[in-house]
């Protein structure tokens, strides 16, 4: 049996890529199916549709179910649009295309990317560069989604998935329950008289650290907030805690949501709220991949010195490490040396150099320039990076991303 698989997610909807709906995906799948002869006498095609479905969710229903049939070895062939629309993490596409399908024998194509994997024409090399593209341009539309999202946010449209303590939506308007009210005012009363988190968590049968967001919550004082977390989604999805410098406010216009003033702040409070908290904590575009090459610790922005990452552990003191620029730097002939390489070894006696990839060396060449600002600049390190050890000046290890 032949599968079609066809996906289209909520984002693309909403942008209305009309290449992309349901319909015309299954009519490019049929319309190659017919046109190239691949369906034999009697064998039977089934559709299998995700809509809805975004391209990093692994358990989309129709999805499974044709993973299913293919352990059932009831599909022989697996048809699809290009890569993105099978997922768009690029190990579970190597995953699938190299070891999975393979082992069971499952012919797979992804019509747009001129993939057939009975065409000898596929060295297997230059793809896993392709699923990394897409991983790319997908953290761009993301990125993209989110900024006009915030742009409905700081035009007052209420748009956080999770109200802070007191709040409901009452007829689509954020209002604070009067019950509520009366118990967050008599809990900054409190603080202001000089109660303990503690004590004020037992009066109240409350954690201490419920207290604490009580008494932290800019709403109270009639900020709308969000951007509290950023949501990354490379290399892995997670929420970050941001500072509440980088969160952003607007106050409400008519005050709807205001439950003290600052009158009732106490000092502590006060002083949360003056007080820089960037400072110590200024974010690099390694983080969350570079490590000390001696003892594994994460490696940081030294406080004294900008721009050079530190491991805080090595000999008692900040140790330094390497300038972010000259690691960027190193970084990136490195990932010229890997990509050109993998190229190199698609080589197989057929193809000569010039011939190989001409397609994808223009692609990453161009993705390349386009690496301009810090943030593109992170993304591009998640992307290809797993983790960088540095243990001496120059003296840098990069674990790489892609398969080899
Ligand atoms: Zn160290």
Redesign the pocket.
């Known amino acids: 049996m032949i599968a079609l698989y066809a996906r289209i997610s909520k984002k693309d909807k909403r942008v209305q890529k009309v290449s992309n709906t349901i319909e015309n995906q299954l009519f490019l799948l049929r319309s190659y199916v017919s046109d190239n002869a691949i369906c034999g006498e009697q064998e039977d095609i089934h559709e299998f549709t995700d809509d809805g479905y975004s391209g990093t969710d692994r358990k989309r229903p129709s999805f499974m179910k044709m993973l299913a049939w293919v352990e059932l070895e009831k599909i022989d062939t697996v048809i699809v649009k290009d890569f993105s629309r099978l997922s768009r993490d690029h190990l579970l596409i190597s995953e699938l295309r190299e070891k999975y399908f393979p082992l069971k024998q499952i012919r797979f194509i992804a019509v747009l990317d001129g993939y057939d994997s009975l065409s000898d024409e596929n060295t297997g090399i230059i793809y896993p560069f392709k699923t990394l593209f897409n991983e790319f341009y997908c953290s761009d539309i993301s990125r993209k989604v989110r900024c006009s999202l915030e742009a409905k946010k700081s035009s007052g449209e209420y748009a956080v998935a999770k109200l802070p303590f007191g709040y409901e939506i009452k007829d689509s308007k954020v209002v604070c329950r009067k019950d509520k009210a009366e118990l967050i005012r008599n809990i900054y009363k409190r603080r202001k008289e000089g109660s303990t988190y503690e004590e004020i968590s037992k009066l109240y049968d409350m954690t201490v650290s419920q207290v604490w967001r009580i008494l932290h919550e800019p709403a109270y004082l009639g900020f709308h907030v969000w951007h509290r977390y950023e949501i990354e989604s490379l290399p892995l999805k997670r929420r970050v805690k941001q500072m509440p410098e980088q969160w952003k406010m607007v106050s409400d216009d008519k005050n709807d949501i205001a439950v003290i003033d600052e009158s009732m702040l106490s000092d502590d409070i006060v002083r949360y709220y003056g007080k820089s908290h960037r400072k110590n904590n200024a974010r690099h575009i390694f983080h969350g991949i570079t490590k000390?090459?001696?003892?594994?610790?994460a490696l940081c922005s030294d406080r004294a010195k900008k721009g050079w990452l530190c491991?805080?552990?090595?000999n008692g003191k900040e140790?330094k490490l390497i300038m972010t620029g000259r690691l960027y730097q190193l970084f990136f002939d490195r990932l010229k040396v890997v990509f050109y390489g993998e190229i190199c070894c698609g080589d197989r006696e057929k193809k000569t150099a010039g011939q190989i990839g001409n397609r994808e060396i223009e692609l990453f060449e161009k993705l390349c320039q386009n690496i301009k600002t810090d943030v593109d600049r992170e993304m591009l390190l998640n992307i290809f990076v797993k983790r960088i050890y540095v243990s001496e000046p120059e003296k840098v290890i990069i674990y790489w991303r892609i398969k080899k």
């Open positions: 000390c090459g001696i003892c594994g610790n491991c805080r552990k090595c140790k």
